[in-house]
C-alpha cells in the first residue's frame, strides 16, 4: 500500500508576475516535475492544490488566467485536486478527509510560496497528526518588506520559513532525498 502522497501547492501561473518581485530558487518547478514525475511512475499517490483568491487585485483569482495550474505541474485527471481560498490545503477542503480515507500517513510537500500557503499547509499537516517531509529546493518565494520597513531578500525569506519548520512540524529536505520517499 502507497503511504506518501506528494502534495503540490499552489504552482500557477499568476505567481510569474514581475509585480511580485524578486523570487528564489528559479529550478523549484523543474524539480517539482521532478518530484511528480517519480511519484507518477511508482504510482504513488498525487494531490494538487490550487489558490482561488478572493482579493479584487490578486492574479490568483478564478476568472484570470493567473489562477491556473504552471503547466510542468498540470494534474491528469487521475490526480485528485483540491481548491481552496484561504492559506491553508486543509481549510474550507476535504484535503484531510481525503488522505485518511486512502489512508496515508506520510506527505510530502513542495509549491508556491514557502512563507505562506506552503508554510502554513505543512503546520497545519503536521498538527493533524501527518509526518511530513518539505522540499526545500521544490518551494519558493519573494522577497519582502517587513511591517517596519527592512528588507528581506526571497532567500532570506525561504530560509527564515525553512529553519522555523524543520525539526518543528516537518523535515526538510532535498529533491534527491525526497525522490527516495516516492513509494
Given at each position: 500500500m502507497k503511504t506518501t502522497a506528494?502534495?503540490?501547492?499552489?504552482?500557477?501561473?499568476?505567481?510569474?508576475?514581475?509585480?511580485?518581485?524578486?523570487?528564489?530558487?528559479?529550478?523549484a518547478e523543474s524539480n517539482m516535475a521532478s518530484l511528480l514525475t517519480a511519484w507518477r511512475k511508482n504510482g504513488s499517490p498525487v494531490i494538487h492544490v490550487k489558490h482561488n483568491s478572493t482579493e479584487p487585485n490578486s492574479s490568483l483569482r478564478p476568472d484570470l488566467p493567473g489562477n491556473q495550474i504552471k503547466d510542468v505541474v498540470k494534474p491528469l485527471t487521475t490526480e485528485k485536486l483540491f481548491e481552496k481560498t484561504v492559506n491553508s490545503a486543509f481549510i474550507g477542503t476535504d484535503l484531510e478527509k481525503y488522505l485518511r480515507n486512502i489512508e496515508i500517513q506520510n506527505l510530502v510537500m513542495v509549491g508556491l510560496t514557502t512563507d505562506h500557503c506552503v508554510s502554513t499547509s505543512v503546520r497545519m499537516a503536521a498538527n493533524l497528526g501527518f509526518k511530513v517531509w518539505l522540499v526545500d529546493d521544490a518551494t519558493a518565494t519573494f522577497e519582502r518588506v517587513s511591517y517596519n520597513g527592512n528588507s528581506f531578500t526571497a532567500e532570506q525569506m525561504h530560509e527564515i520559513n525553512l529553519a522555523s519548520l524543520n525539526g518543528e512540524f516537518c523535515s526538510v529536505v532535498s529533491t534527491p532525498d525526497a525522490m527516495a520517499l516516492a513509494n
Open positions: 506528494l502534495v503540490i501547492i499552489d504552482v500557477q501561473k499568476g505567481l510569474d508576475s514581475p509585480a511580485l518581485g524578486n523570487r528564489n530558487n528559479p529550478d
